[in-house]
């Protein structure tokens, strides 16, 4: 008994590391975010969720896909923060997000930015509003489970309608179509280290180049995410002309260009995301969640550490006298 619970309990401890939250987004489509799969899923769950996944994006433009989490790539899947969308009466897979966590050097230190990555939705359900989940909701989440520092997000896209939704969550994303954005170094840092050793996070070959100035990939559809390539007038627009006339007027959609979008999540952020863009009666279930991980990562810890029979060395809460 005791030697399997001594295979048992590392197994259970790296399941509990990462997040597999399920929960109503409203009454009709249910959300379920699974952090890292390849490090902890069993293999016919996993070939199961890639199935699912790979059928929506059938269903979305009708080609095959193979970058990213979708080549079923072990490294890939161990790096992946996979959201998943499911008509809650049917049990059907109808949308998902495939996130990227990339680990990069900022300020001489190491640190992980989000890739948004890929968003594909049943086109019978694009109408459906589906958008506040798969631009950002699970960022948040991760935000909260990382104690409230400060994420990078990055976002490669040819898309009026993705650019400008990305830019009204992070609101200090750049390229921004809405607000003068500056370009601050980390701005630029961040790109940079992107573009060095993360291009197939994205499909995007090393032959394409990168304009520092404007934040644009140039000839970016060589890498394995060719099938995406579209031209203006097929790429869906946003609803303010802003966000389409700055992808107009900057991509080269004959050549193939990209914008890298590059945004800090950070407590403002999240505050402006749950109370401007979660939907009223999908609130309280999300606020359960962000209390949960809060709890999980911020309280407890002080809880502990404020206990003087917590042996912590030096950063033990000092006894009385």
């Not at 990382?146 to 309608?161: D, F, M, Y």
Request: proline fraction near 6%.
């Amino acid at each position: 008994m005791l030697k399997l619970l001594g295979r048992i309990r590392p197994r259970l401890r790296q399941r509990l590391r990462y997040l597999d939250l399920s929960l109503n987004a409203s009454r009709t489509v249910r959300i379920r975010v699974v952090e890292r799969p390849g490090m902890w899923m069993e293999s016919a769950r996993l070939d199961a969720m890639l199935a699912e996944m790979r059928g929506i994006v059938q269903r979305g433009i009708g080609k095959d896909l193979d970058y990213g989490v979708l080549s079923g790539d072990p490294e890939r899947l161990r790096r992946a923060v996979i959201t998943l969308l499911y008509d809650r009466d049917s049990g059907r897979a109808i949308a998902f997000n495939a996130l990227s966590v990339m680990p990069i050097e900022l300020r001489g230190g190491p640190v992980e930015a989000i890739h948004l990555g890929l968003v594909m939705v049943d086109p019978g359900y694009r109408t459906q509003g589906l958008s506040w989940v798969l631009y950002g909701l699970t960022c948040i989440l991760l935000f909260f489970r990382r104690g409230l520092r400060p994420v990078w997000i990055s976002n490669v896209t040819q898309v009026p309608a993705i650019i400008g939704k990305v830019a009204e969550v992070f609101v200090s994303a750049y390229p921004n179509p809405f607000a003068p954005s500056r370009r601050s170094f980390e701005h630029l840092s961040v790109a940079r280290e992107i573009m060095r050793s993360h291009r197939h996070v994205f499909g995007v070959d090393r032959a394409a180049g990168f304009d520092e100035a404007r934040f644009v990939i140039t000839d970016a559809y060589t890498g394995g995410s060719d099938n995406l390539k579209k031209t203006f007038d097929e790429a869906p627009k946003h609803r303010d002309a802003r966000a389409n006339e700055l992808c107009r007027r900057e991509l080269d959609y004959r050549r193939g260009d990209d914008f890298l979008q590059i945004a800090c999540l950070d407590l403002a952020s999240a505050r402006k995301y749950l109370l401007r863009e979660v939907p009223r009666d999908s609130l309280p279930a999300i606020l359960y969640q962000v209390a949960f991980l809060a709890v999980g990562r911020i309280t407890l810890p002080l809880f502990h550490w404020l206990n003087p029979r917590e042996p912590m060395g030096d950063l033990r809460a000092r006894k009385s006298p």
